[in-house]
């Protein structure tokens, strides 16, 4: 039987270790900023390290306190806290304006997790943000457990901190989703440019050795040429969030600078240019977004401007993204599918609808139409599960089909087709129909397997109320350059 003496040690004991055990309440962001104005340079120094480590929690509290404070020293330190901010995340005070107008805000989680399997923390993670779940291909990584606190901490952010908690990188499976692979030595650099990650993945220098041999006439002479292109490649992944409607993306490097003031980027193209270097941007790659989050691995290459330069080097650049805003819905009809009646104009403000071949076969047919848009349109047609814009040919019982065997496209400046999996296309440089220019546009598509029932049909338009561009910086600082 215990002593009350020794319950009373026990309990102040048990007291004792909560109190160790106890976390320290974090200073919050309107504390940190006041912290700012601290007599202590340490204070105001540790103050704004801690604010740029928050990233895009802080640019809209520290943006507000640079605007109505009047303290000109505040401002400045504000100033340089949200160019840091800029640098490692891409959000900045202009950026989340423009977000706003878009209706696009910034994706943030709040995770808490107690040794609780990977795959249920991925789970959540795509609960909040509102992106496709990540597909862990590898079961074991999936089941293993992992604690995890973040609050209100960017999406990338936080599926980089689930990785760090696995010691584990992504990789891109294709359709089947992401892998998770260990780790190993492997170094993580990249940088966070609004709703998009930039991973490096290699740093390399080639030597390209080019000999010449020239035969003259008609004097038969000869001579020889040689030369050597030093270049700098990197591969990188982009990996996008698939909860915004991004229809086109890109990643433009401007900038990649050394210590010792050489910037590789700055110089005009080789005359035989690499792949991802071309004399206007300068190491980009473009691609469709493919739906679900996309993670491609990309090249970029820069002329080896000094070949003794040990780096490290600093990258700069933007992913440029290309996003469809809003719904705009065209109904067309009746379209008669009837012999009598194939070929009959059908013309609804500024659409006109011919069909031109009604193929029936077993039940199903395949229908062909003539799409004809005077001052045009944002046309964009996306395959299942996408499908949010596109053409659908609807039934008189009101059933729709959106599976395109093939299309061709023709404007005044340009021409194109596609066919099978290459069905889905977008051209978003067509003016609007409510202000119709003299140029029209021509859309021949050919839809397969719909029904075929005679009657009055219909052709749905569903298409962006507009196109905008955003560009969101990035800054990959202290990439190794090989010797």
């Given at each position: 039987m215990k002593t009350p003496s020794a319950v009373i040690v026990l309990l102040l004991a048990s007291?004792?270790?909560?109190?160790?055990?106890?976390?320290?309440?974090?200073?919050?962001?309107?504390?940190?900023?006041?912290?700012?104005?601290?007599?202590?340079?340490?204070?105001?120094e540790a103050a704004g390290k801690d604010l740029v480590d928050l990233g895009a929690a802080a640019v809209e509290p520290v943006d507000r306190a640079r605007r109505e404070s009047k303290d000109e020293d505040?401002?400045?330190?504000?100033?340089?806290?949200?160019?840091?901010?800029?640098?490692?995340?891409?959000?900045?005070?202009?950026?989340?304006?423009?977000?706003?107008?878009?209706?696009?805000?910034?994706?943030?989680?709040?995770?808490?997790?107690?040794?609780?399997?990977?795959?249920?923390?991925?789970?959540?993670?795509?609960?909040?943000?509102?992106n496709a779940p990540i597909k862990l291909i590898n079961e074991p990584m999936s089941k293993k457990r992992i604690s995890l606190s973040v609050r209100d901490m960017p999406y990338w952010e936080a599926f980089d901190r689930i990785c760090d908690a696995l010691r584990a990188i992504p990789q891109y499976a294709g359709p089947?989703?992401?892998?998770?692979?260990?780790?190993?030595?492997?170094?993580?650099?990249?940088a966070y440019a609004g709703p998009a990650s930039v991973k490096l993945l290699s740093c390399s220098r080639r030597t390209t050795h080019t000999s010449t041999r020239h035969f003259r006439l008609p004097d038969g002479g000869e001579n020889a040429q040689t030369e050597d292109e030093?270049?700098?490649?990197?591969?990188?992944?982009?990996s996008l969030e698939d909860r915004l409607p991004i229809l086109s993306s890109r990643?433009?490097?401007?900038?990649?600078?050394?210590?010792?003031?050489?910037?590789?980027?700055?110089q005009e193209a080789p005359a035989h240019a690499p792949e991802g270097f071309n004399g206007e941007d300068i190491g980009d790659e473009e691609r469709e977004a493919e739906g679900g989050m996309?993670?491609?691995?990309c090249s970029a290459s820069f002329n080896d401007k000094d070949p003794a330069d040990p780096g490290p080097m600093t990258l700069t650049g933007a992913v440029t993204m290309t996003l469809a805003v809003g719904r705009k819905e065209a109904r067309i009809a009746p379209i008669a599918f009837g012999a009598a009646d194939e070929h009959k104009p059908v013309v609804s403000g500024p659409y006109t609808i011919v069909l031109k071949d009604l193929t029936r076969n077993a039940g199903l047919a395949t229908a062909t139409l003539e799409i004809t848009i005077k001052g045009g349109a944002p046309l964009i047609h996306q395959r299942a599960p996408k499908g949010q814009y596109g053409l659908r040919l609807v039934d008189p019982k009101g059933f729709a089909y959106a599976e395109l065997q093939e299309y061709s496209f023709n404007s005044q400046n340009s021409s194109t087709s596609g066919s099978g999996e290459n069905s889905e296309f977008q051209f978003h440089q067509v003016p609007d129909p409510e202000t119709p220019g003299p140029e029209a546009v021509t859309l021949k598509v050919t839809f397969s397997h719909v029904g075929g029932e005679e009657g009055n049909w219909s052709l749905v338009l569903v298409h962006p109320e507009r196109i905008e561009a955003r560009s969101y910086p990035f800054t990959i600082k202290d990439v190794p350059l090989p010797q």
């Amino acid at each position: 039987m215990k002593t009350p003496s020794a319950v009373i040690v026990l309990l102040l004991a048990s007291a004792f270790v909560w109190a160790q055990a106890a976390p320290e309440a974090k200073p919050s962001v309107e504390s940190l900023i006041k912290q700012l104005s601290d007599d202590a340079p340490a204070t105001r120094e540790a103050a704004g390290k801690d604010l740029v480590d928050l990233g895009a929690a802080a640019v809209e509290p520290v943006d507000r306190a640079r605007r109505e404070s009047k303290d000109e020293d505040l401002k400045l330190r504000c100033d340089i806290i949200l160019k840091r901010i800029g640098e490692k995340t891409g959000v900045t005070p202009e950026s989340l304006a423009a977000d706003r107008e878009l209706k696009l805000p910034t994706s943030r989680v709040t995770l808490e997790f107690d040794r609780t399997p990977a795959s249920d923390v991925l789970a959540e993670l795509a609960k909040q943000s509102g992106n496709a779940p990540i597909k862990l291909i590898n079961e074991p990584m999936s089941k293993k457990r992992i604690s995890l606190s973040v609050r209100d901490m960017p999406y990338w952010e936080a599926f980089d901190r689930i990785c760090d908690a696995l010691r584990a990188i992504p990789q891109y499976a294709g359709p089947e989703g992401m892998m998770l692979i260990p780790r190993g030595k492997v170094v993580d650099l990249g940088a966070y440019a609004g709703p998009a990650s930039v991973k490096l993945l290699s740093c390399s220098r080639r030597t390209t050795h080019t000999s010449t041999r020239h035969f003259r006439l008609p004097d038969g002479g000869e001579n020889a040429q040689t030369e050597d292109e030093r270049t700098v490649d990197i591969n990188y992944s982009c990996s996008l969030e698939d909860r915004l409607p991004i229809l086109s993306s890109r990643v433009a490097f401007d900038h990649a600078r050394t210590p010792k003031g050489t910037d590789f980027a700055q110089q005009e193209a080789p005359a035989h240019a690499p792949e991802g270097f071309n004399g206007e941007d300068i190491g980009d790659e473009e691609r469709e977004a493919e739906g679900g989050m996309s993670m491609g691995e990309c090249s970029a290459s820069f002329n080896d401007k000094d070949p003794a330069d040990p780096g490290p080097m600093t990258l700069t650049g933007a992913v440029t993204m290309t996003l469809a805003v809003g719904r705009k819905e065209a109904r067309i009809a009746p379209i008669a599918f009837g012999a009598a009646d194939e070929h009959k104009p059908v013309v609804s403000g500024p659409y006109t609808i011919v069909l031109k071949d009604l193929t029936r076969n077993a039940g199903l047919a395949t229908a062909t139409l003539e799409i004809t848009i005077k001052g045009g349109a944002p046309l964009i047609h996306q395959r299942a599960p996408k499908g949010q814009y596109g053409l659908r040919l609807v039934d008189p019982k009101g059933f729709a089909y959106a599976e395109l065997q093939e299309y061709s496209f023709n404007s005044q400046n340009s021409s194109t087709s596609g066919s099978g999996e290459n069905s889905e296309f977008q051209f978003h440089q067509v003016p609007d129909p409510e202000t119709p220019g003299p140029e029209a546009v021509t859309l021949k598509v050919t839809f397969s397997h719909v029904g075929g029932e005679e009657g009055n049909w219909s052709l749905v338009l569903v298409h962006p109320e507009r196109i905008e561009a955003r560009s969101y910086p990035f800054t990959i600082k202290d990439v190794p350059l090989p010797q």
